[in-house]
């Protein structure tokens, strides 16, 4: 059973325009949530990260976005760029030592 | 990725046969992880490590076992190979980065891709 649900499975997106992509957990002991950024034929590499004390976090055109009572966070991937087609993974864990995973989003930025 | 080598990066099996994959890190970290990629299901935990000789389950460890003797390599075998094994194994460290948010960050390795037929 997959602890970190994570949606839409793939998105089209044009150069400049934003990506988004959300995932909900239902372990409220978590207190970890980064995304990794994952390209064809390579290990994931985290993007950016978050803990549950701020509601936001932005790191050139990447943001999180947390909702601690909904137990929903998402990333923005702002002025999207070719190079940023990749597969996204959103993750969770307790005390940053074990990572449950989502199932991933394939983005793809069309020129 | 610098600092872990995963070996072999490519592997064909027959069913049956017992695999090992092996996972090399030069960074001294005391955590290590072996993950499995399989579409639709993101990165499952198989089993981890938190120093020499200390491992543990994780969400998908039938079928598996791993061994670490030193901390530099953390092995993975698959006792009997199955179809259902077919994947993408990664594996990752765990190591302090120094950073405000993220002082504990994980490094992966390229992956093993393994087909057993």
């Known amino acids: 059973q997959q602890q970190v649900k994570q949606s839409p499975q793939s998105l089209i997106v044009q150069k400049g325009g934003i990506s988004i992509i959300n995932c909900a957990y239902e372990?409220?002991?978590?207190?970890?949530f980064p995304w990794y950024q994952q390209f064809p034929g390579k290990g994931p590499a985290l993007l950016i990260a978050?803990?549950?004390?701020?509601s936001e976090k932005k790191e050139g055109r990447f943001t999180i976005s947390f909702n601690k009572s909904a137990k929903q966070f998402s990333l923005h991937i702002m002025d999207s760029q070719p190079g940023d087609s990749a597969t996204y993974f959103c993750a969770a864990s307790l005390n940053d030592y074990k990572l449950s995973f989502g199932a991933g989003t394939t983005v793809t930025v069309r020129a | 990725d610098a600092g872990i080598t995963q070996s072999p990066r490519h592997k064909v099996t027959e069913t049956g046969t017992p695999v090992t994959l092996r996972c090399h890190q030069t960074e001294n970290h005391r955590y290590m992880y072996w993950y499995r990629q399989d579409p639709g299901h993101g990165l499952r935990l198989i089993h981890y490590?938190?120093?020499?000789?200390?491992?543990d389950k994780g969400e998908v460890s039938d079928g598996y076992s791993v061994s670490r003797s030193k901390t530099e390599d953390f092995l993975l075998t698959l006792e009997s190979a199955t179809s259902s094994q077919t994947s993408v194994y990664f594996c990752a460290t765990r190591g302090y980065r120094g950073n405000k948010e993220d002082n504990y960050g994980y490094t992966f390795g390229s992956g093993t891709r393994l087909t057993v037929v």
């Open positions: 372990n409220t002991a978590f207190d970890y």
């Open positions: 490590s938190y120093g020499v000789k200390d491992t």
């Open positions: 978050i803990r549950p004390d701020v």
